[in-house]
């Protein structure tokens, strides 16, 4: 069981926690690795704005600085890999070509100019909600865990697109009951913060999670590894906006 959340943490975060290896039951602690990387963000925002001279504008709003280094800190500590499977994402999709073509600009290690459009704009939406919502510790910890347990929820839905690589792998272990478990444990960390709003909350996330798995096996007849870091980084911002919304 150890095993499996370190396989998880391993794959998901930065952290040199032992071998990366890919395990059946890790998906279980996909949100679960959500959750901690949300903390990380909760304490980041605290010291930032506790402790430092920038701390509050002239409105006792959070400083912009700490905002900023919140989404840095995001970035640095998943090591760019679900922002980056957007951009490819974004790269392959939106480029006209047929499946084949697809996959092969998303096998790509070359960025195109809309992944770099595509993300500036991902990071400058999720900078300005951020700016707008004066209490983030439960934005920071549900953006975190509910896209993380959409990864899993996207493997359960999918078929995978290629004949190898990361995705594939995840996919060839999908199983009922670790997905089931996974939501579960999101759902209730949902609900503890949000109570009755926080089951709408998981309902608009999953319905957004089978559309995007709909749209990518149009595209490509599946998905891969890129896909589902797209899911993620689309789903983080989908929570934002929902804060955004009901703030």
């Known amino acids: 069981m150890f095993n499996d959340f370190l396989s998880a943490l391993s794959f998901l975060t930065i952290l040199p926690v032992g071998k990366r290896e890919i ?11 959500g959750l901690l990387i949300g903390i990380l963000l909760v304490l980041v925002n605290f010291f930032l704005t506790k402790f430092f001279p920038f ?8 400083s912009s600085i700490a905002n ?14 679900h922002i980056d499977g957007f951009a490819d994402t974004v790269d392959g999709f939106f480029s006209g070509k047929n499946r084949d073509e697809i996959l092969g600009i998303m096998d790509d290690p070359r960025i ?3 992944a770099v459009v595509a993300v ?23 953006m ?9 929820l996207a ?15 995840f996919l060839e272990m999908k199983d009922y009951s670790v997905a089931l478990i996974a939501g579960l444990f999101t759902l209730g960390i949902t ?40 899911i993620n980084e689309i789903i983080q911002l989908c929570v934002l906006f929902f804060f955004l919304f009901f703030s």
């Open 191 to 230: 609900i503890f913060f949000l109570q009755f709003k926080g089951v709408l909350l998981i309902l608009i996330t999953a319905i957004l999670v089978y559309l995007m798995v709909k749209y990518s096996n149009k595209k490509i007849g599946g998905i891969t590894g890129d896909v589902l870091g797209a």
């Open 120 to 142: 500036f704009f991902l990071l400058l939406f999720q900078f300005l909600i951020l700016e707008k919502l004066k209490f983030k510790y439960q934005p920071l910890i549900l």
């Open 68 to 81: 900023l280094s919140i989404l840095l800190i995001l970035i640095l500590i998943t090591g760019g890999l």
């Open 55 to 62: 701390k509050v504008n002239l409105q006792g709003e959070p």
């Open 155 to 169: 493997i359960l839905l999918a078929e995978p697109a290629k004949n190898q690589g990361v995705g594939r792998i």
């Open 23 to 33: 395990r059946r039951n890790s998906l279980i602690y996909f949100p679960v690795v």
């Open 144 to 152: 975190a865990t509910i896209s993380r347990s959409a990864m899993v």
């Open 112 to 114: 195109g100019t809309r």
